[in-house]
């Protein structure tokens, strides 16, 4: 069974960093792409975040493009985002998803629960 | 704004076919995928690489794609398929990046 379990999440004051972690089971890590959605309080998905199985030309959001940074360490089947800056409109539920391909331009098809990220001083 | 556009709404009775569409350039370009939420939970993926079911998902849910607008069909819905839909595609227009569309709140009553 596919299993993603994030982390990291918490209360962060604005202009502040914090690292997401997502630890990933029940499948061959390094055979997919994997992404970083949010979603902020009573509104839609946003995407933020695709890297492919190689970690090669990741793709961000306009809104996060310069602060934050995705990462993943095949060797550990983790997957990570460094927030850098941090504003009161990054505070969200953040998700790891399982890219359905090995290139992160393709949709996903499992998602974790999210951790809870809030910015505010 | 969303590049990809849906219709904020959508209600249908018990039985009912539900249509939502999501339109935009990047439908025409790359693979539309389908999204179910229930109230804040982890989305479901419902419909991948355009019209392709996941298993374990109902053969009443379809997708469909023409031009630039993709069609996900509910068909005979049901109290359990009320829940918000997302669409997903790739926006190749610039530097490649994912898109969502607004999502749409599907009720069933």
């Known amino acids: 069974e596919v299993q993603l379990v994030e982390s990291g999440g918490g209360l962060v004051q604005p202009g502040r960093s914090l690292r997401l972690s997502c630890a990933a089971s029940g499948f061959s890590f390094d055979d997919y792409a994997m992404h970083w959605v949010r979603q902020a309080p009573g509104k839609g998905l946003e995407w933020v975040s695709g890297?492919?199985?190689?970690?090669?030309?990741?793709g961000y959001a306009d809104s996060v493009k310069g602060r934050f940074t995705i990462s993943r360490d095949n060797a550990k089947n983790s997957l990570y985002l460094q927030m850098n800056s941090l504003r009161h409109e990054d505070m969200a539920l953040y998700f790891c998803?399982?890219?359905?391909?090995?290139?992160?331009?393709?949709?996903?098809?499992?998602w974790g629960q999210g951790t809870t990220v809030t910015v505010s001083s | 704004s969303y590049e990809l556009t849906q219709p904020p709404s959508v209600s249908v009775s018990p039985g009912q076919t539900a249509r939502i569409t999501c339109s935009g350039d990047a439908v025409s370009r790359k693979y539309v995928y389908w999204y179910q939420q229930k109230s804040v939970q982890a989305p479901v993926l419902v419909i991948y690489?355009?019209?392709k079911r996941p298993s374990g998902i109902p053969e009443r849910i379809s997708g469909s794609t023409s031009g630039t607008v993709a069609t996900l069909t509910l068909s005979g819905a049901q109290v359990e398929d009320e829940a918000d839909y997302y669409c997903?595609?790739?926006?190749?227009?610039?530097?490649?990046?994912?898109?969502f569309g607004g999502g749409t709140k599907l009720t069933v009553l």
């Open positions: 890297i492919s199985w190689n970690s090669d030309s990741p």
């Open positions: 998803a399982k890219g359905s391909r090995l290139s992160w331009d393709y949709g996903m098809d499992v």
């Open positions: 997903y595609s790739t926006d190749t227009s610039g530097d490649p990046r994912g898109v």
């Open positions: 690489e355009d019209s």
